[in-house]
Nanobody, 116 residues
Framework: QVQLVESGGGLVQPGGSLRLSCAAS????????MGWYRQAPGKQRELVAD???????NYADSVEGRFTISRDNAKNTVYLQMNSLKPDDTAVYYC??????????WGRGTQVTVSS
């Protein structure tokens, strides 16, 4: 059974950087689509970025050019490099794995706060 654990969140000043990690306790198959979502207070959870079994990536318009998603299948880990952070990026960030229509896994989230 797959369990996802996020880490790397914290407090950072505007313009700073953070790197989030998502470690899977079980095997994340190469066919899984891995993604990062975020949810700010009073807002719906939204997709930030995802990456396919290959190298294809997809980003929300609000983060494209600033964030980079990557995966290391050998380490069962997914990363989200966040640069040029803005206060609007403040949210709880969740890791997600999709193995198929009936196979979805969520992490518990890690807080990212961008404030001066």
């Amino acid at each position: 059974q797959v369990q996802l654990v996020e880490s790397g969140g914290g407090l950072v000043q505007p313009g700073g950087s953070l790197r989030l990690s998502c470690a899977a306790s079980g095997s994340i198959y190469t066919s899984y689509i891995m993604g990062w979502y975020r949810q700010a207070p009073g807002k719906q959870r939204e997709l930030v970025a995802d990456i396919t079994s290959g190298t294809s990536t997809n980003y929300a318009d609000s983060v494209e050019g600033r964030f980079t998603i990557s995966r290391d299948n050998a380490k069962n880990t997914v990363y989200l490099q966040m640069n040029s952070l803005k206060p609007d990026d403040t949210a709880v960030y969740y890791c997600h794995a999709e193995g198929g229509p009936r196979e979805n896994y969520w992490g518990r989230g890690t807080q990212v706060t961008v404030s001066s």
